[in-house]
């Protein structure tokens, strides 16, 4: 059974910085199946990657996302405002798991 | 977009039906599903219908809730039956990415379901 673990939990950050968040399958996700969500308090939840790099529709070219073997990466370049949230990364293949979440916080 | 109905407090036991109408597509021309949240945490899938009528569970729910979809009202629906306090969630009613497996790309306002023991 794959495990996801997302790194860090919170990551503190001010307007401007670069954010790295990490996602890593305890196996190898083939297909790059691996995608990205946002959710701010009370809202629902929001695409932002599929395919491990490929951009939602609407999304900001400041989102990216990569991969490395069972390592993947959403980066956004210069974190904005509206930028913090708890970001959820998700095996999206032949079924659905996601990963527990990492809180950008200011 | 996808509009959810339904929801509420349910005594630990009992049962309840979640609804999601959806405009701009046809529900029985793609993968739905539906993700929850309990208060606080994460997200988890539940349930998913195919185009075909094929349908698949989580294994917190399988043999207690149902997915089903009636296309003359274009909807789906989750039939929660048997609920526990650990079915307390926020239920999303989402769309699978066409082509996409389980990404999902649109979803749906949320409904609360509380479960009192």
């Known amino acids: 059974e794959v495990v996801l673990t997302q790194s860090p939990g919170t990551l503190s950050l001010s307007p401007g910085e670069r954010a790295t968040l990490s996602c890593r399958a305890s196996?190898?996700?083939?297909?790059?199946?691996l995608a990205w969500y946002q959710q701010k308090p009370g809202q629902t939840p929001r695409l932002l990657i599929y395919h491990a790099s490929s951009r939602a529709t609407g999304i900001p070219d400041r989102f990216s996302g990569s991969e490395s073997g069972t390592d993947f990466t959403l980066t956004i370049s210069r974190v904005e405002p509206d930028d913090f949230a708890v970001y959820y990364c998700?095996?999206?293949?032949?079924?659905?798991?996601f990963g527990p979440g990492t809180k950008v916080d200011v | 977009q996808l509009v959810q109905s339904g929801g509420g407090l349910v005594q630990s036991g009992g049962s309840l039906r979640l609804s999601c109408a959806a405009t701009?597509?046809?529900?029985?021309?793609?993968?739905m599903s539906w993700v929850r949240q309990a208060p606080g945490k994460g997200l988890e899938w539940v349930s998913v219908?195919?185009?075909?009528?094929?349908?698949y569970y989580a294994d917190s729910v399988k043999g207690r809730h149902s997915i089903s979809r009636d296309t003359s009202k274009n909807a789906i629906y989750l039939q929660m039956n048997s609920v526990r306090p650990g079915d307390t969630a926020m239920y999303y009613c989402?769309?699978?990415?066409?082509?996409?497996?389980?990404?999902?790309?649109?979803w749906g306002q949320g409904a609360l379901v509380t479960v009192s023991s």
């Open positions: 989402v769309r699978n990415m066409p082509g996409g497996g389980y990404v999902f790309d649109y």
């Open positions: 701009g597509f046809t529900v029985n021309t793609q993968f």
């Open positions: 219908i195919y185009v075909d009528g094929t349908t």
């Open positions: 998700q095996l999206s293949g032949s079924s659905s798991l």
């Open positions: 196996q190898r996700v083939t297909g790059s199946h």
